[in-house]
């Protein structure tokens, strides 16, 4: 089968919101590619080796390509794309030349290509992420595996912005928490939060497709009894606007009202008889730093008096941006950590 390949050159800083720029002009599939240099800090705690650049993408930019059914009009495509990338600087993201291309491949050059770039990695003490087509033996009865085939709509979980959530939730979770994932994506931080200890996580998303990806995730892992994926929002779970009120002790999915594990689709139903009770001790977030902002409150809400927030996506320019957010919304800022250019949140409910 054929496929159009649009690839665009810009900057680190503004790869998330071009790749959802490319799934909502119908991308079936979007690969990032950032720098490679060996000029850029990475961390190598857990013994992860760079002896040789992984490609030649200058410092702070990136390579971002979607794929397109071969009877998509490119050419209108585009024409349609690059001003919404344009855009993008009026709210303060960079995306750099935002050079705009495209050309015809075969499936088999995409669909299956990347995947021998991706290998089992430690991010953490206890964790380590290993695709489902790569052998790997633990090195200690401590380490937890992540199974993971992130397929083409998702990354491989090795973002700086994962690394630091997984870091983060092994760092607070120890044990029986009830866990809500806002924006799960593959799944992995629920599968992660899981895998740590937690005693139940609602993930959620209101992307079908990343539905469908981190039900299969949870389905790789074995793990169906403990994590619900849900196609909501953090805002719908608590009741919508002006839900402020919410019942402490309301349970979501399996016992709040009008809502019957029933009436999903069989996939959807798995795990119908988890509940997770509102207020919970335990939100992570690894999404845009400009959604993050906007339901700090709601996050305020749903949490446990001592609860933890725990949020990234957030890349270095926008760090107090999203402070503020947190802070005005009565968080305090516990710890603050940063892994190249990115930036990881962990706050706590006063």
């Not at 669909?111 to 090195?139: C, D, G, M």
Request: with cysteine.
């Amino acid at each position: 089968m054929l496929w159009h390949e649009l690839t665009i050159h810009t900057r680190e800083e503004a790869q998330d919101m071009i790749a959802n720029l490319l799934y909502e002009a119908g991308a079936g599939g979007v690969s990032i590619e950032e720098s490679g240099t060996l000029n850029k800090t990475r961390d190598t705690r857990y013994g992860e080796l760079y002896d040789e650049p992984l490609n030649d993408i200058p410092e702070g930019e990136a390579v971002i390509k979607g794929y397109y059914a071969d009877t998509v009009a490119m050419e209108a495509l585009i024409l349609e794309l690059a001003p919404q990338v344009e855009e993008l600087r009026q709210y303060g993201i960079d995306p750099g030349k935002a050079l705009i291309s495209w050309k015809t491949v075969d499936e088999e050059e995409w669909a299956h290509a990347w995947k021998q770039y991706f290998k089992p990695l430690r991010v953490s003490e206890r964790l380590t992420i290993k695709p489902t087509w790569e052998e790997y033996t633990p090195e200690s009865a401590d380490e937890r595996i992540i199974e993971l085939d992130p397929g083409m709509a998702f990354g491989t979980g090795t973002h700086p912005t994962t690394a630091l959530c997984l870091r983060a939730l092994e760092k607070h979770i120890s044990g029986g928490e009830e866990v809500i994932d806002v924006g799960t994506g593959s799944g992995i931080l629920a599968v992660g939060a899981v895998l740590l200890g937690a005693r139940a996580v609602l993930a959620l998303d209101l992307d079908p497709v990343a539905v469908t990806s981190a039900r299969e995730n949870v389905a790789l892992n074995r793990l169906e009894s403990a994590i619900m994926v849900k196609e909501s929002d953090l805002l719908s779970l608590l009741g919508g606007e002006g839900a402020a009120d919410t019942p402490a002790g309301e349970m979501w999915p399996s016992a709040r009202p009008g809502f019957a594990a029933e009436e999903e689709t069989p996939s959807a139903a798995m795990g119908s008889g988890i509940g997770v009770t509102l207020p919970v001790k335990l939100i992570v977030a690894n999404i845009l730093a400009e959604i993050i902002v906007l339901f700090t409150d709601d996050v305020y809400r749903a949490l446990q008096p001592g609860g933890i927030y725990i949020t990234s996506g957030i890349y270095k320019d926008k760090e107090e941006l999203v402070a503020g957010a947190l802070q005005q919304s009565g968080f305090e800022i516990m710890e603050i950590s940063r892994e190249e250019d990115w930036v990881a949140f962990t706050a706590g409910k006063r």
